[in-house]
């Protein structure tokens, strides 16, 4: 009995998980074969011209949010770590209401920006940059603007926390050494925070790669991304076989990714073993 | 090459909050100084400020010719050991040690020499390409020594480096600390809070207290001949006796406290005793005699506790609770009333700090 | 007066400068939605050219959104309520029992996060909607239980790695049943974490559009859900004044839970 007691209390949860996530996910998994034309569901997919343009697009999409998400998100947690405390937790805050806020309204935000009538096109012409309004909604500039909008905050907080770990007396350690502040920067912070770098960007590479919603709303048809074609076939064209393929290789790739960039994690980071 | 170390009026804020308040002091080339004093008195303050950690609101830091107070900490050349070590956890210990020097462009096949050597030195040679999360308490610590000493600083400094340890490894590292220091002939400061750590490894020691130095002499001169009440609790004089001059006649002061208390004080032993003063006296300084002599201090014995060298009483008397020790083949009972005499040894005179 | 910073402490101009920047891309969107909204426009500009509050009267008027916004509501404490009601159980299980349990364990509960959302959403109307009939709001209760499942799991687990055991046995030692032990000593101490994880799970089903969009069906939406199929049909600023509204909800959260726990429970 006693030894029942966890599974006991266990048992509920992951029910759940198995009823409403596990079964319908190796459902979907399993479907492409149940009907007998795997073969050629996964051949259309990774070799049909049109899908292996979206597949492109789609990591193209996510490996370019990643990096400027990274380069903006580190160099604003960076400043954010050493900022004076009351400042800091402003800047936290900063961060995190956005987080808070719906993907389907940021995204809005940005449709108001880019639009034919908006603000950047505004300034494009009072600036004399173009002399009529240009399309800047619906192409993958505005999908790449609208993920990096989405993960930026992510990355900040996430980064913060790494960098806020690094104990204090390490920067000094190294200045007392001789370590002018570039190389205490890349000698010892920049070392230090990789490994939380890294998985800083496998968050936002797996939620740019299978974000919705923003590629919905800024990209448009013109830029179908996985995501949204695995929409389109679900509920547009009922092309079931061909939205459980996708959602397959979905599954398939993120893991993929999550594995390889966490042996890197672990590469790069010695001290932990 | 060898410097001297000299803060002169120096004093510092965190915030508003000023923690050092018109330092100074001068430390000779070689020379080994501890910085002792309680928890939060300003030790690690006046280490960060000479490290260039942080800047002094007023006052100067110099070693030797050079000024030091707006240089750059990485440019002060300065060896730092750090209470928790500080060991770069993403570099190996080699690599650890040689951070430095690989700093000051030391070519590859010299630094890895000169690493060897030092790891040698400490003995960790067979450690060198472990990574900190992989050492135990002490062979950090002696990387941290390490590291510090291959870029053979003009100044040594250790922030409480043995706080860390277990008790007996504390002794030894400390003589270890000690001889490499020599060995390496550089100026040192020593922070610590633990007095017989100070007084064991240290030519001279500063006692500090609310960030400022209280008394800075040898070890010897510290626990003999204290200048305050502040440094005399410090080195052991439980016992604060304050007391005056009635009479001087053939070199022995008599000095009279609180009622019945009536003392001779012979000044061969005690050195000058001014008229009005405090007595400090170890419990060892104060000697239970019979309740008839003469002279002495009046005292009811409270609990009796065995110290192996002596039994401890806790004394009632006229002017207080007073600590003393009695003799080991008469052991006396609770309630008796006795004398108390003081031994010129083990006691100490302090300037009356304005006492009524 | 304070002492002057040591060069070590201080920040170069240009990344102070560049994080200026990084903050003013990150609010300054919301801000131009907060204009818009407040605009008497029919097209979606900003600035506004004039104030009206016209557009959230038209809001309010839209019987799609009050509809969708009551789905929302009931499915965000639903889902949340229901996550609750299996995480905690599940992650006390969890911390109490963790030498016993096999360590693999913790995998499952992770499952939700690792997978991405929209193959979730996508499997769901396929098992829950379509094999097993399940009507539209139950398999939008369960989808969104399950998508919060992970955060009230990790959040009152955190909160329980801090929580001295020995106090629930000493107290059943003393003769208290199990069960009131848990209410009565367990669950204070966890307190801070479980609204914690209550106002993260609520509001991530408030915000939840990949694993909503495929469970919503005819007549039956969320907010988010809604205003993505309003704003594909009308580009006016009627959305704008919703998001304001939801920004609104949002930060009186943010305050409430300022007020109890402190916003650092949002970067654990
Ligand atoms: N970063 C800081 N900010 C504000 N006050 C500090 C800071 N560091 C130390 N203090 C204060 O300065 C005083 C001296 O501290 P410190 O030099 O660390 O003492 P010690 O090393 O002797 O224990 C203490 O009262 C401490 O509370
Ligand atoms: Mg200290």
């Known amino acids: 009995m006693r030894r029942l007691t966890p599974w006991l209390l266990l048992a509920p949860g992951l029910l759940l998980v198995v009823v409403v996530l596990l079964a319908p996910v190796l459902n979907t998994g399993v479907m492409p074969f149940a009907s007998g034309r795997a073969a050629s569901l996964y051949q259309r997919f990774f070799f049909g011209s049109y899908n292996q343009g979206v597949i492109l697009r789609t990591l193209q999409v996510a490996s370019v949010t990643t990096l400027v998400s990274l380069a903006l998100g580190f160099t604003a947690a960076y400043v954010v770590s050493r900022a004076p405390a009351a400042l800091k937790s402003l800047l936290i805050v900063a961060a995190v209401f956005p987080l808070l806020t719906g993907t389907v309204v940021r995204s809005f935000a940005w449709m108001v920006i880019l639009g034919r009538n908006g603000m950047a096109n505004d300034a494009l012409l009072k600036l004399g940059l173009t002399s009529e309004p240009v399309q800047l909604l619906y192409t993958q500039f505005a999908v790449v603007v609208g993920l990096v909008y989405l993960f930026t905050p992510l990355m900040i907080l996430s980064l913060v926390g790494v960098l806020e770990n690094i104990d204090t007396d390490l920067p000094r350690a190294a200045a007392s050494l001789g370590a002018p502040p570039r190389a205490v920067f890349r000698q010892v912070v920049l070392p230090l925070a990789t490994p939380g770098l890294i998985v800083g960007s496998v968050l936002v590479f797996t939620g740019s790669f299978t974000a919705f919603a923003t590629p919905q709303l800024l990209g448009g048809e013109e830029q179908t991304v996985l995501a949204t074609l695995l929409y389109q076939k679900a509920m547009v064209t009922l092309d079931w076989n061909g939205a459980s393929t996708i959602a397959s290789a979905m599954v398939v790739m993120t893991v993929i990714v999550v594995l390889l960039m966490n042996r890197l994690a672990r590469r790069l980071n010695p001290a932990s073993v | ?356 | 007066m304070a002492a002057p910073r040591s060069p070590l402490d201080r920040t170069h101009p240009g990344l102070i400068a560049a994080t200026a920047v990084v903050y003013l891309f990150l609010l300054g969107p919301l801000v131009i939605v907060f204009g818009a909204a407040f605009s008497n426009t029919t097209f979606l500009a900003f600035p506004p050219q004039g104030l009206s509050l016209r557009w959230f009267e038209n809001a309010f008027a839209n019987s799609a959104f009050r509809a969708s916004f009551v789905t929302s509501m009931q499915v965000a404490f639903g889902g949340t309520g229901l996550a609750l009601l299996l995480g905690v159980p599940a992650a006390y299980a969890m911390s109490r029992y963790r030498v016993q349990l096999p360590k693999a364990l913790s995998v499952m509960f992770v499952l939700p996060i690792l997978i991405p959302e929209i193959v979730a959403g996508f499997s769901m109307l396929r098992f829950l909607q379509v094999s097993l009939g399940l009507p539209v709001v139950a398999a939008l209760l369960l989808g969104h239980a399950l998508l919060v499942l992970p955060y009230t799991v990790r959040v009152i687990g955190a909160s329980l790695a801090a929580f001295d055991f020995s106090a629930e046995e000493a107290a059943i030692s003393l003769g208290s049943p199990p069960l009131k032990t848990f209410v009565t000593i367990v669950l204070p101490n966890i307190r801070s974490g479980v609204i914690a994880a209550f106002v993260l799970a609520f509001i991530t089903s408030l915000n939840d559009v990949s694993i909503s969009v495929f469970l919503t069906g005819p007549g039956v939406s969320t907010l988010p859900i809604q205003i993505l199929s309003y704003v594909e049909q009308f580009f006016d600023p009627t959305v704008a004044s919703v998001s304001v509204l939801l920004m609104v909800l949002t930060v009186a959260v943010m305050a409430a839970v300022e007020r109890t726990l402190g916003l650092t429970t949002f970067t654990k």
């Open chain 2, 1 to 356: 090459m060898t410097q001297s170390l000299a803060l002169d009026h120096v004093t510092a804020h965190y915030g508003t909050t000023r923690v050092l308040e018109d330092l100074s002091i001068r430390i000779a080339a070689g020379e080994l100084v501890s910085l002792l004093g309680a928890s939060g008195c300003g030790k690690t303050t006046t280490l960060r400020l000479v490290a260039g950690f942080m800047t002094p609101t007023e006052g100067t830091i110099r070693l030797g010719e050079r000024d030091l107070t707006r240089l750059p900490a990485h440019r002060r050349d300065i060896g730092l050991v750090f209470q928790n070590y500080a060991l770069f956890p993403h570099l190996s210990v080699a690599d650890n040690v040689g951070f430095g020097l690989r700093q000051r462009g030391v070519a590859p096949d010299e630094r890895g020499r000169r690493v060897a050597a030092m790891l040698e030195r400490v003995g960790l040679a067979a450690l060198a390409d472990r990574y900190p999360a992989a050492l135990s308490g002490g062979q950090k610590q002696r990387v941290a020594l390490a590291r510090a000493l291959v870029i053979e600083p003009q100044l040594l400094m250790f922030d409480e480096p043995l706080s860390n340890l277990d008790a007996k490894l504390r002794v030894d590292m400390r003589v270890e600390i000690r001889e490499l220091q020599r060995a390496n002939g550089a100026t040192a400061v020593y922070v610590t809070h633990d007095q017989e750590e100070a007084f064991s490894i240290s030519d001279r020691v500063a006692i500090m207290d609310a960030g400022r130095i209280v008394q800075l002499d040898t070890p010897e001169t510290l626990y003999q001949r204290p200048n305050s009440e502040f440094v005399a609790r410090f080195v052991g004089f439980e016992n604060m006796i304050p007391l005056a001059v009635t009479r001087r006649e053939a070199g022995v002061a008599i000095a009279e406290g609180a009622e019945g208390t009536r003392l001779a004080l012979p000044e061969a032993e005690f050195g000058r005793v001014p008229d009005r003063f405090v007595l400090g006296a170890r419990p060892a300084g104060l000697a239970v005699t019979d309740a008839d002599a003469p002279l002495g201090i009046p005292a009811t014995l409270g609990l009796r506790t065995y110290l192996g060298r002596a039994y401890q009483y806790q004394c009632r008397t006229p002017g207080g609770a007073l600590v003393a020790d009695g003799p080991l083949d008469r052991p006396l009972e609770t309630g008796q009333a006795a004398r108390l005499v003081p031994l010129a040894q083990q006691c100490c005179i302090l300037p009356d700090a304005g006492r009524r």
